[in-house]
């Protein structure tokens, strides 16, 4: 973070997060800025793909004439992430022109006919939805215990396939992105990038001064030590709501903290990933990005 932050604890002074101008800027750890009953200036109408809620954003333009890898291809048509296409490609599942291809770095044209479990894979048009999940939701496409998915909330706003972009755990709530963009996906997720979240997490007690620092020094969580970029309270009359910065991607990562420090997340809601707010986006609903909110996440514009 910015050394223009203050980051004294002895004269009891709070720790302020530096923030830039920008749109996509967070805003103050005020409940006002993320509570869900806070009604939109316009309203979303019900999202389907027979709807004009569902944008069509510019074509990126596909040579017939250069070929892509394989691995892109796939994550192009919205089937996966380019790591997950890796495995598949791997394990023989996908062919190209009636052949099973396993080598890695493959390269095919746009007019090649490529299978993915015998299933043409096609290029299709991109998607981006902004859902704030909500509780007993769990993140995947599908889920083989019959359990609520966050894919089940959006059945209805496209044709596309699409899938999550990262992981909230069940009970965890708050800003994801759905999209078939596989390169995005892979920009988002990926270790090196460590995009920047934001999460009010809710405490069983009050949150110690000196735990608070323990979390900006460092969390020994066993297999690694694990640090936040800020931490604060989210409201000045309670301890036990907190706003946490912070950009690793790691499972669970935020309970893990507090359970290593001794207290009890009764609530965590993710109020930013990457640039992106739920602002006007009540719990279970979605909308879809504005082509200048991709452009910006392509670009690499978001706050880091």
Same mark, same amino acid.
């Given at each position: 973070m910015s050394s223009s932050r203050e980051n004294s604890y002895g004269n009891g002074e709070r720790r302020k997060f530096n923030r830039p101008n920008s749109e996509f800027r967070s805003k103050r750890f005020d409940?006002?800025?993320?509570?869900d009953d806070f009604r939109p200036r316009r309203k979303f109408r019900e999202n389907s793909y027979e709807t004009p809620s569902s944008p069509r954003y510019r074509k990126d333009y596909t040579d017939p004439t250069k070929p892509i890898r394989l691995n892109k291809y796939i994550a192009n048509a919205g089937v996966c992430s380019r790591r997950e296409a890796d495995e598949f490609i791997r394990s023989g599942v996908i062919s190209v022109n009636g052949e099973i291809v396993t080598e890695l770095g493959t390269k095919v044209f746009s007019t090649d006919k490529v299978l993915f479990h015998d299933q043409l894979v096609s290029l299709e048009r991109k998607? #981006?939805?902004? &859902?704030?999940k909500p509780k007993d939701t769990v993140t995947t496409v599908e889920d083989t215990h019959g359990r609520r998915t966050? *894919?089940?909330?959006? +059945?209805n706003a496209c044709r596309e396939r699409v899938y999550p972009v990262g992981r909230l755990d069940r009970n965890t709530t708050g800003v994801l992105l759905i999209t078939n963009d596989g390169e995005l996906t892979t920009k988002l997720t990926h270790p090196k990038n460590n995009m920047k979240k934001i999460y009010y997490v809710g405490i069983d007690r009050? &949150?110690?001064k000196e735990d608070m620092a323990q979390i900006l020094e460092g969390v020994d969580l066993g297999d690694f030590k694990i640090k936040a970029d800020d931490v604060r309270f989210v409201k000045d009359d309670s301890k036990t709501l907190i706003g946490l910065e912070?950009?690793?991607g790691?499972? +669970?990562v935020v309970r893990r903290i507090f359970d290593? &420090?001794? #207290?009890?997340?009764l609530k965590l809601d993710r109020v930013f990933f990457a640039g992106l707010t739920k602002k006007n986006v009540q719990r279970g609903k979605y909308r879809f990005l504005?082509?200048?909110?991709?452009? *910006?996440l392509k670009m690499g514009a978001y706050e880091k």
């Open positions: 409940r006002n800025s993320s509570n998607i #981006y939805i902004l &859902l704030n966050v *894919m089940d909330i959006v +059945r009050d &949150l110690e912070i950009h690793s790691q499972n +669970r290593a &420090l001794g #207290y009890k997340v504005t082509e200048k909110e991709v452009n *910006m």
